[in-house]
């Protein structure tokens, strides 16, 4: 395996200047001659190494308050030239061009700027690096030459080659590759932020959806396996999520997440995150099997677990405020048992009750969120692969609109009807469709999820519901068809509905409701969830 020379001279500037004395040092015992700029520069001489200012080889100056420092041909030059072409080297020996054989080098900290709360427009603008992907992707072009490293965790293992004799060719174009990984998702995470930002960026509203997403995000962990144990999966981190996302979250105790966790994570999330109130709910696959709001998070937690106990068995759980004792104790009072618990934080004593849980506890996956929960931005694009493209959407984002809701039904809802109504709907847009949820005040009772017709999910979730169907309400997550939908639901004891409307049989329906004595109210927006 061939491999390059050790190197003379090495270029380094760096934002991350972790590893970055102790890889001097080295090249230094080596004998190589250390460029450097601004920051780095310093924190190399404070270490007492020899450094030489970039500015002393291009005669000119850092200008533009470090705008421009290393753009200059006896720097790209010392960086593209091939060290097998005769014609290259003659040129570079008449300009005084020295060949540079090692690139350290990291970017301005952008991802980590945008990612805080408060950060202007101005100052995501002044963490654009120019000069330092133009230099990691010409040392990268030229690789069988230049050794670039753009990662510190490299630093150690690329400098004991170094040591051996020299970097292999294939450690060169491994490190070459993964520079142009580097950059594009660093390029694709500035153009998102101008997306999302472009109206203060002087150019007008931002398309909702652009014409090129740039997906720019990053591996935060490989999965044991996929939705099944023969695909592979891996997490990635979306750059612009802030804190109170999944992508953010950190676990705190149990083993660790799989695939279907994650997806079923989100959905918890999702609910939850739709409500003001103290909220809970247990996912199972993607669709919530019970949710609720009260007053406290235990009640609200119990209530949860009531709707649907034996679907929760082995569900997600998801709850929109710290995690105390209470909750903790409540959650395993009861001969049941959870995968995983998603929440802004645990308190200290409720994560010893949960994790001190006999039989699953020290295997439950409790995930904190570090923030409160928040519904998506609806400016935030969603995206789902299929066959050779890729989907987007934009988010739901906030609770429900009321704006546009109808009570076309001779019987008008009451308060009490209208606050159960409005949660069920709320609940209901995160159920699989075709999708039916019933709800008795602010709990769900009944769920008919993923059904090929409507009146199927209907009879799924009154017979989930039971009993407790009757008094209850009804939501649907698109309009009924034909009237049976709704005449199922009266037999069951469902009296009042609420649904987007706009079936060319709406008048039969409403018909259907004002014979059975139903009240009825039409959002005039539909929540499917494929």
Not at 73 to 83: K, Q, V
Not at 264 to 270: K, Q, V
Not at 420 to 426: G, K
Request: proline share 6%; charged share 25%; aromatic share 6%.
């Amino acid at each position: 395996m061939s491999q390059s020379a050790r190197p003379r001279r090495a270029l380094l500037s760096v934002s991350d200047k972790t590893g970055i004395v102790e890889l001097a040092k080295r090249l230094v015992a080596l004998d190589v001659q250390i460029l450097s700029t601004g920051g780095t520069a310093r924190a190399l001489r404070e270490a007492g190494l020899p450094v030489t200012d970039v500015a002393e080889i291009t005669g000119f100056p850092e200008i533009l308050d470090g705008r421009v420092k290393t753009l200059h041909p006896r720097i790209h030059g010392a960086l593209l030239g091939l060290r097998s072409d005769k014609e290259h080297m003659r040129t570079m020996e008449e300009h005084s061009i020295v060949p540079i054989d090692l690139v350290a080098v990291n970017l301005y900290p952008f991802e980590e700027v945008t990612s805080r709360e408060g950060t202007t427009f101005e100052e995501a603008i002044e963490n654009i690096d120019i000069g330092g992907p133009s230099m990691l992707r010409s040392a990268a072009k030229n690789h069988q030459s230049v050794v670039v490293l753009c990662d510190p965790s490299d630093y150690g293992p690329v400098l004991a080659e170094i040591e051996e004799g020299g970097a292999s060719a294939t450690t060169r174009a491994w490190l070459a590759r993964k520079v142009y990984e580097h950059t594009s998702r660093y390029d694709a995470m500035i153009s998102g932020y101008l997306t999302e930002h472009e109206e203060e960026g002087g150019g007008g509203p931002a398309p909702t959806l652009p014409a090129r997403p740039a997906v720019g995000f990053t591996k935060v962990m490989d999965l044991r396996y996929g939705e099944n144990p023969h695909q592979k999966a891996a997490f990635y981190r979306d750059p612009q999520a802030g804190p109170g996302t999944l992508a953010r979250a950190e676990k705190v105790h149990g083993k660790d997440l799989s695939y279907n966790n994650l997806l079923d994570l989100d959905g918890a999330l999702a609910v939850v995150a739709s409500f003001t109130e103290p909220a809970a709910c247990v996912v199972k696959h993607t669709n919530p099997c019970g949710a609720a709001v009260a007053a406290t998070l235990p009640e609200a937690f119990t209530l949860a677990l009531e709707g649907d106990p034996l679907s929760a068995f082995g569900g997600i759980v998801g709850l929109n405020r710290p995690v105390d004792r209470a909750t903790a104790e409540a959650m395993t009072r009861k001969n049941q048992f959870f995968e995983a618990v998603v929440a802004p934080r645990f308190e200290p004593d409720a994560l010893e009750i949960l994790a001190g849980r006999s039989g699953w506890g020290e295997q439950l996956r409790c995930i904190a969120l570090g923030a409160p929960t928040r519904p998506e931005d609806p400016s935030t694009p969603r995206y789902v692969s299929v066959s050779g493209g890729l989907l987007s959407q934009s988010s739901w984002g906030d609770v429900p609109d009321r704006s546009a809701a109808t009570v076309p039904t001779a019987r008008k809802p009451t308060g009490d009807d209208l606050r159960a109504l409005w949660f069920a709907f709320a609940v209901c847009r995160h159920v699989k469709s075709n999708a039916i949820l019933l709800a008795r005040g602010a709990q769900v009772v009944g769920v008919g999820a993923g059904q090929m017709s409507r009146v199927d999910a209907v009879e799924a979730a009154c017979r989930k519901a039971g009993e407790r169907a009757r008094g209850s309400v009804l939501a649907s997550d698109a309009f009924f068809p034909f009237p049976d939908g709704v005449e199922r639901a009266a037999e069951a004891g469902v009296v009042a509905v609420i649904q987007p409307g706009g079936s060319k049989k709406d008048d039969a329906v409403v018909a259907a409701c004002d014979r059975l004595g139903l009240t009825m109210v039409m959002t005039g927006y539909r929540v499917f969830r494929h």
